[in-house]
Structure formats: structure tokens, C-alpha cells
């Protein structure tokens, strides 16, 4: 039986080059967080690529959260290696789901998965000066929540932090990277939720109380209970939101 021929790859770009380059040099350890890649020129001369590659590639690792570019002159000009990885994901994740090529169904679920595991791992993990200051964070947020006459706006950002500060305890960074980036992905969904609930007060007081619940059940280091309410907290709010015509 004669094989179909292999489909032909894609052209390499030339901004590619850049990429693996600093991908090579950060695995070992050539460039490092906090340095300053060097100017376009000298770039292009090293890669053997065109300064508007250079500056392709740049804007790309910009967007991906591996570095912070800014223009003018001095030494906290050009680009610095800084490496935030949710910043990159949550806006590709965001940028997929207002396709609807990722469903804000399928991202609610995987936000379950993850965020509960991280709730009982977050609830098991030994006793830390680490995890201690966690926590007072995680209390500082619901007592910012339970202020009188919050607006819903502040609100819902002050609900996204104590989820990433929860999920942040159970010490795994790649599941504190994907929590914030799912939490980013959805936000303007959230948001819109938040604005159009009529019956605002009702879904505050639930909220606030789940909350309470869901940090009371990882500061006693019951992780099943943990998990049990986070589980039940996000299928409850996403159930109270209408579904969309069309």
C-alpha cells in the first residue's frame, strides 16, 4: 500500500528564530528574569533576521507575558524578561471564547476541576508562615466583599483575587497560572452577569455567605468540605445567570 504524501509543513517565519532563541538562552540560563534583551539591531545582526522581524517577534513575547517592552531611552527601556504566563493564556483564553470556539460551558467546568482540587490541596497542606499569610490575604478580601454599599464592579474583582488567593495555596504554580487565566478568560461574561442581575442583593448575600463558607472549610483543613463547596458556589452562580437568545 503506497502512503499518502506527508501535507507540507508551514513556512517558518522569521520571527521563529527569535523565539526559539530566547527560549534556548532562558533554559539555560543565558538571559534571565530581569534582563534587558539587547537593541533591534543587534538582535537582527545575532539572528540573521530583519529588524521589523525582530519587532514581530517582540510584540508576540510581549503578548505572550515573557517580556514587558517599552519604548524611549535609559535602562528600563527596550525589553525586560519578566515572564507572566496567565497575562499571555488569560488573553488567548479570552480571545477564543468571544469566537465561541471555547464555550464558556467548557471553561465553568474546567474551572471546577481545577479550582476544587486546588481547594482540598490548599486545605491539606501543612501549616506554613507561607500559607498563613495566604490565608490572612484570603480573610482581607472577604472582609473587603462584606463591605456595605459595594459596588458590583468592585466586587467582582475582589471575588476574582480570593479565588486565585485560595487556588495560590495549594503551592502548584502551573494551577495558580491556569486559575488566573480561566478567571481572565471569563470576566467580561462574569461582569455582564454581575450588571444585569435584577435581583443583585439577593445574589450578593449568597455569595458573601459561600464565601465565608468555602474559607472556613480550608482554615480548618477539611479539604473534602472545601471542595464539596467551591464545587457547589460555582455551578450555584453560573446557574442564576439567563441563557443567551440566539
Given at each position: 500500500?503506497?502512503?499518502?504524501?506527508?501535507?507540507?509543513?508551514?513556512?517558518?517565519?522569521?520571527?521563529?528564530?527569535?523565539?526559539?532563541?530566547?527560549?534556548?538562552?532562558?533554559?539555560?540560563?543565558?538571559?534571565?528574569?530581569?534582563?534587558?534583551?539587547?537593541?533591534?539591531?543587534?538582535?537582527?545582526?545575532?539572528?540573521?533576521?530583519?529588524?521589523?522581524?525582530?519587532?514581530?517577534?517582540?510584540?508576540?513575547?510581549?503578548?505572550?507575558?515573557?517580556?514587558?517592552?517599552?519604548?524611549?531611552?535609559?535602562?528600563?527601556?527596550?525589553?525586560?524578561?519578566?515572564?507572566?504566563p496567565?497575562?499571555?493564556?488569560?488573553?488567548?483564553?479570552?480571545?477564543h471564547?468571544?469566537?465561541?470556539?471555547?464555550?464558556?460551558?467548557?471553561?465553568?467546568?474546567?474551572?471546577?476541576?481545577?479550582?476544587?482540587?486546588?481547594?482540598?490541596?490548599?486545605?491539606?497542606?501543612?501549616?506554613?508562615?507561607?500559607?498563613?499569610?495566604?490565608?490572612?490575604?484570603?480573610?482581607?478580601?472577604?472582609?473587603?466583599?462584606?463591605?456595605?454599599?459595594?459596588?458590583?464592579?468592585?466586587?467582582?474583582?475582589?471575588?476574582?483575587?480570593?479565588?486565585?488567593?485560595?487556588?495560590?495555596?495549594?503551592?502548584n504554580?502551573?494551577?495558580?497560572?491556569?486559575?488566573d487565566?480561566l478567571?481572565?478568560?471569563?470576566?467580561?461574561?462574569?461582569?455582564?452577569?454581575?450588571?444585569?442581575?435584577?435581583?443583585?442583593?439577593?445574589?450578593?448575600?449568597?455569595?458573601?455567605?459561600?464565601?465565608?463558607?468555602?474559607?472556613?472549610?480550608?482554615?480548618?483543613?477539611?479539604?473534602?468540605?472545601?471542595?464539596?463547596?467551591?464545587?457547589?458556589?460555582?455551578?450555584?452562580f453560573?446557574?442564576?445567570?439567563?441563557?443567551?437568545?440566539?
Amino acid at each position: 500500500m503506497t502512503l499518502p504524501d506527508p501535507a507540507p509543513l508551514p513556512p517558518r517565519r522569521s520571527y521563529d528564530l527569535l523565539l526559539q532563541n530566547i527560549e534556548a538562552d532562558l533554559r539555560s540560563g543565558a538571559i534571565k528574569l530581569g534582563d534587558q534583551l539587547p537593541g533591534e539591531r543587534t538582535l537582527a545582526e545575532t539572528y540573521g533576521i530583519s529588524r521589523a522581524s525582530v519587532r514581530e517577534g517582540i510584540r508576540i513575547l510581549d503578548a505572550m507575558g515573557v517580556l514587558r517592552s517599552s519604548s524611549g531611552s535609559g535602562p528600563k527601556s527596550g525589553a525586560i524578561i519578566v515572564s507572566e504566563p496567565s497575562a499571555g493564556l488569560s488573553s488567548a483564553l479570552r480571545l477564543h471564547t468571544a469566537s465561541s470556539r471555547l464555550s464558556v460551558e467548557d471553561i465553568v467546568e474546567t474551572r471546577v476541576l481545577l479550582e476544587t482540587w486546588a481547594a482540598q490541596a490548599a486545605a491539606e497542606a501543612p501549616d506554613s508562615t507561607g500559607k498563613q499569610a495566604s490565608l490572612d490575604r484570603a480573610r482581607d478580601l472577604l472582609e473587603a466583599m462584606d463591605r456595605p454599599e459595594l459596588d458590583r464592579d468592585t466586587f467582582h474583582t475582589l471575588d476574582a483575587r480570593f479565588h486565585v488567593e485560595l487556588s495560590s495555596l495549594a503551592g502548584n504554580s502551573v494551577i495558580e497560572t491556569m486559575m488566573d487565566s480561566l478567571s481572565g478568560a471569563i470576566r467580561g461574561y462574569v461582569k455582564e452577569a454581575m450588571d444585569n442581575f435584577d435581583d443583585w442583593p439577593r445574589i450578593l448575600t449568597a455569595l458573601r455567605e459561600q464565601h465565608h463558607g468555602i474559607y472556613d472549610a480550608v482554615a480548618a483543613r477539611d479539604g473534602v468540605l472545601a471542595a464539596e463547596r467551591l464545587r457547589e458556589h460555582i455551578t450555584w452562580f453560573y446557574a442564576q445567570i439567563p441563557p443567551r437568545e440566539g
